[in-house]
Nanobody, 119 residues
Framework: QVQLVESGGGLVQPGGSLKLSCAAS????????MGWFRQAPGKEREFVAR????GGADSVGARFTISRDRAKNTMSLQMNSLKPEDTAIYYC????????????????WGQGTQVTVSS
């Protein structure tokens, strides 16, 4: 079993930044891919970013950057230039598969952390 705990959510103004963290514990050696998903009210859970747990570079997107620290068993999501449409509950997830990108491919989930972008 793998346990995941997110932190770092909160209220931020449009254009602001926020960094989410995910702490993994348990059988972390079985993980191949870690990911972030989000779910806004009335919408389905959607993929945000993923990273290989076992090696490789951080994944950098236009506004979001995902990174990991294997020594600390943590993963982070740096979010910049936030928009109101980024408002959602953000979930950390772990997969036992390589390159997992769909919710059904992830085996373990955190409880989620709320991110609200509003002025």
């Amino acid at each position: 079993q793998v346990q995941l705990v997110e932190s770092g959510g909160g209220l931020v103004q449009p254009g602001g930044s926020l960094k989410l963290s995910c702490a993994a514990s348990g059988r972390t050696g079985s993980i191949y891919t870690m990911g972030w998903f989000r779910q806004a009210p009335g919408k389905e859970r959607e993929f945000v970013a993923r990273i290989s747990w076992r090696g490789g570079a951080d994944s950098v997107g236009a506004r979001f950057t995902i990174s990991r620290d294997r020594a600390k068993n943590t993963m982070s999501l740096q979010m910049n230039s936030l928009k109101p449409e980024d408002t959602a509950i953000y979930y950390c997830a772990a997969s036992l598969e390589i390159g997992a990108a769909n919710t059904r491919d992830y085996d373990y989930w955190g409880q989620g952390t709320q991110v609200t972008v509003s002025s």
